[in-house]
C-alpha cells in the first residue's frame, strides 16, 4: 500500500511538471514521450519492480507516448 501511495504522487508530480513546461516551447510530440516514459517507468516498476521493469516499462512508454502524438 504504501508503495502504490508513494508511485501516485510521483506521477501527480511528474504529470503537474509537464503541464507546467507545456508553455515554455515544448512541443506535443517532446511533451508526449517525455509524459509517456514518465508513466511508464511508473507502471513499469510497481509491476515490474527493480531497474529492469522501471527502465523497460519507460522505454515502452515513451515509445507509445511518441507515436500517440504524431
Excluded: E, F, Q
Excluded at 25 to 51: E, L, Y
Amino acid at each position: 500500500m504504501k508503495k502504490s501511495s508513494i508511485l501516485a504522487a510521483a506521477l501527480a508530480a511528474s504529470l503537474m511538471t509537464l503541464a507546467g513546461c507545456a508553455d515554455m516551447g515544448m512541443d506535443r510530440n517532446t511533451a508526449g514521450t517525455v509524459g509517456g516514459a514518465v508513466v511508464g517507468g511508473v507502471v513499469g516498476d510497481a509491476v515490474g519492480g527493480g531497474p529492469i521493469g522501471t527502465l523497460g516499462g519507460a522505454a515502452a512508454g515513451a515509445y507509445i507516448g511518441n507515436k500517440a502524438t504524431k
